[in-house]
């Protein structure tokens, strides 16, 4: 037989309770989301208390030097020599119940586990409000089982309390009572003296065995994470980072008012994915058995472990978890995803796959310098890719550590850029667009990625809902909130239409193809009509153009709807998958959709941006109260920056600081003759096909009016006439900037690639 990885100790539930106080065994999870219902710490006490036994615990001996420093701030009066593998949760429980201490719950709200105890029939349960106003109760055993408890009095306390209580409605307790409350309680003190057999693991044993011991032992066949060990750790050496991912999590699951903080509609935290986050920017490392070891203080080389080499790389984690948990970091990188066409945790699969973005993010950010917007871009590009070839879904360990090593190396922007370049050139074959894709939406699945990369295809297509005007980008916000959506996922071909061809299984009737997004009035009256039927009642008042655009975003072939079921599937997954490829071209050239203010209320609050400006006026110049040929090219050049570009909104008559000054300054007789003027202008700048894509208006702002020049993207290149030269505007965030030579070329060459 080979030696015994460990060995057997005995350990009363006071003396358990007294080494976790002191910190001698390390108890993490005292902090961590507490699991167990109350009904099974009620179960746990009973047990006990009446003898019978409660399984083993599993400790591993942490080897370090005894009053070893330890980082951050730590209540404990020792470093941890032993540490809790298995037997946390109970550990948990006995603690917070012996010691009278809150636990955190899964909301990371805190409560206290109140057990009663009723002494005449020694039953236990879990406190309510009829259990706290029965005087034949102990409401909460802590109460009597703290260490400075005088345990005769309590017990004649209690006797003396009932005896008062049932005196009041005429009743006596008995002799025999008395007797049978006090052997009660004096069983119940007695369970500070319950015997525990503890499992003590050597230090010399690694932590992938000590997970192999875990699992063999363990009956319920549970596995233990890398990041378990990881945070056990963190407890032991550095408590307050600890305490700081367990904070950035709670918040994260509610929005703060007023102030900032880390709230977000793509995904609730949690501490060891943020640990992972920390450990892959931090040390280039996916796999957390790495990180655990240097962790420990040991060399990957020579196996030995220090205590100065453990403080080094704590230090390293500590400043990557800075980073990590950087409110600007955190919400600069979502709002990358969100430009990547993605609205919310509905449309995240793979929360692995967000959080390696992220690492990829502060990569980028922090350690290559790779500019924000490039960054912005090259990130959410980045996340709908690994999303659609579906990278890190399995083996998600293996893919990034590969991907890690590919960067550690890397000292430049340029590289980090063009490495993600090739990596998604070589996965976006036409092969996968034409075959791969297709096939892996042969699904019904409602959460697969690449049914979430067709929807932020979708948003960055500005598509609309089937048969409607509302936005799919729009009616997707998760800060709306009603008893119906704004739209549904509609049923195609209906269930019960499929149920007359003798197609009735959910695998064949929910196939991803077989849905489409409408507005629930439309999908409760379309209810189980044939596809030739509501089509055509829904499509009439629909122009050709409009309708085109519709068949083309909802991926419908010619016909549908007399096709027949499994010819409409082959077919619209062909159509899908292109306005997937369509979507993420759009993306790649660096189109990305923002949210654009709609009202001059909403462009007002946000002010002056990539998609409005304010002009004060038309002609002219307020500082001369003169006509000026300046001030009409400076509203011009605006607007061929939106037609160049993205479109956007000319407000004329409010300053840039948003006061709304009106239209009388520009002396027009009225708003007809400024109309006229503007297309004039246009017309004689710009060339008359500009006016297609400019819609001039007149509103109320603040007691004045003012005109409101809605701008859409041009299909082809704009120009702008200035005397005998002809100049090209593009829209860079708050300003229209001019392109000349190769930065024409090659943004032409991008923007209009037909």
């Known amino acids: 037989m080979s030696k015994p990885l460990f060995k057997e100790v005995s350990y009363s539930l006071s003396k358990l309770m007294d080494d976790i106080e002191m910190g001698n065994i390390g108890l993490p999870d005292i902090q961590r989301p507490f699991v167990w219902p109350n009904r099974k710490v009620r179960d746990l006490f009973d047990s006990m208390y009446r003898g019978y036994p409660i399984g083993y615990l599993l ?87 703290l260490d400075e408890v005088n345990q005769y009095k309590a017990v004649t306390e209690f006797i003396a309390q009932l005896k008062t209580a049932k005196s009041k409605v005429e009743e006596v307790l008995t002799p025999e009572e008395e007797d049978k409350i006090s052997q009660s309680l004096q069983n119940l003190f007695g369970i500070k003296s319950f015997p525990f057999t503890v499992l003590e693991l050597s230090a010399d044993i690694d932590e992938e065995q000590v997970a192999e011991v875990f699992v063999r032992i363990n009956s319920k066949g549970k596995t233990l994470n890398q990041s378990d060990f990881i945070l056990t750790l963190m407890s032991v050496f550095w408590e307050d980072g600890r305490k700081e991912l367990e904070q950035f999590c709670r918040a994260a699951r509610n929005p703060q008012k007023g102030e900032a903080g880390p709230f977000n509609h793509f995904i609730d935290p949690d501490p060891d994915q943020l640990l992972r986050v920390s450990i892959g920017y931090g040390f280039r490392r996916a796999r957390l058995k790495y990180a655990y070891s240097l962790l420990r203080g040991k060399d990957l080389e020579s196996g030995d472990i ?55 993010y502060l990569i980028g950010k922090l350690d290559l310098k790779v500019p924000d917007k490039e960054l912005s871009k090259a990130i959410g590009e980045w996340f709908f890719v690994t999303n659609l070839t579906l990278r890190y879904i399995s083996s998600a360990e293996t893919a990034m550590e590969r991907d890690l090593a590919d960067l550690r190396g890397m000292t430049t922007p340029e590289a980090f850029l063009s490495w993600m370049r090739k990596t998604i050139d070589s996965e976006l074959t036409d092969d996968f667009w034409r075959a791969t894709l297709p096939v892996r939406l042969e699904s019904s699945s409602a959460n697969t990625p690449v049914l979430h990369c067709y929807h932020a295809a979708l948003h960055i297509l500005d598509a609309k809902a089937l048969f409607s005007d509302i936005k799919v980008w729009d009616a997707l916000d998760p800060t709306t909130k009603a008893y119906k959506n704004k739209v549904e996922r509609h049923h195609l071909f209906p269930r019960n239409y499929l149920k007359g061809f003798g197609i009735t299984s959910v695998r064949e009737t929910n196939q991803i193809a077989n849905y489409a997004y409408v507005e629930w009035k439309e999908n409760l009256a379309i209810s189980d009509s044939a596809p030739s039927e509501y089509f055509e009642v829904f499509t009439n008042n629909i122009d050709s153009s409009a309708l085109e655009k519709m068949k083309y975003w909802h991926a419908l072939p010619d016909d549908w709807e007399s096709m027949t079921y499994d010819e409409f599937l082959g077919a619209r997954r062909k159509l899908i998958a292109q306005v997937t490829k369509d979507g993420f071209k759009k993306l790649a050239q660096g189109k990305i959709i923002i949210e654009k203010p709609q009202t001059i209320e909403q462009m007002i609050a946000v ?98 009016r003012i005109m409101l020049i809605d701008c859409k993207p041009s299909q082809v290149p704009v120009f702008l006439k200035n005397g005998s030269d002809e100049e090209f505007y593009i829209r860079a965030g708050g300003s229209s900037a001019k392109l000349i030579g190769r930065q024409l070329h090659d943004y032409i060459k991008q923007r209009f690639p037909n």
């Open 59 to 145: 400790f591993w001996e942490n080897k370090v030097n005894k009053g070893v420093k330890q980082i951050g701030v730590n209540s404990h009066q020792k470093v941890p020599q032993l540490l809790i593998v298995d037997g946390q949760q109970r550990l948990t429980s006995l603690f917070a119940v012996m010691k009278n201490i809150k636990v955190i719950r899964d909301n990371y709200d805190s409560e206290s586990i109140e057990i009663a105890f009723h002494p005449l029939s020694e039953k236990f349960e879990v406190a309510d409000a009829s259990i706290r106003r029965n005087p034949e109760w102990i409401p909460n055993v802590s109460k009597v089982l």
């Open 306 to 360: 220090s205590d100065e080499q453990r403080d080094r790389q704590f230090e390293k984690l500590k400043a990557a978890q800075s980073q990590v948990l950087n409110l600007q970091n955190w919400h600069d990188f979502l709002l990358a995803i969100q430009h990547a066409g993605y609205r919310s945790s509905k449309m995240v699969s793979s929360e692995t796959t967000l959080m390696y973005a992220y690492v990829f």
């Open 607 to 704: 002010g002056e941006g990539s998609y409005t400006e304010f002009k004060s006026t038309l002609r002219v110049n307020l500082h001369t109260n003169e006509k000026d040929p300046k001030m009409e090219h400076a509203v011009l050049k605006t607007i061929n920056g939106f037609l160049n570009t993205d479109g956007g909104y000319l407000v004329i008559g409010v300053a840039d600081d948003g006061a709304a000054l009106g239209l009388d300054i520009d002396g027009f007789a009225n708003e007809d003759k400024m109309d006229l003027h503007l297309g004039n202008i246009v017309m004689s700048r710009m060339g008359p096909e500009t006016m297609l894509h400019i819609k001039p208006r007149f509103e109320d702002f603040k007691g004045s």
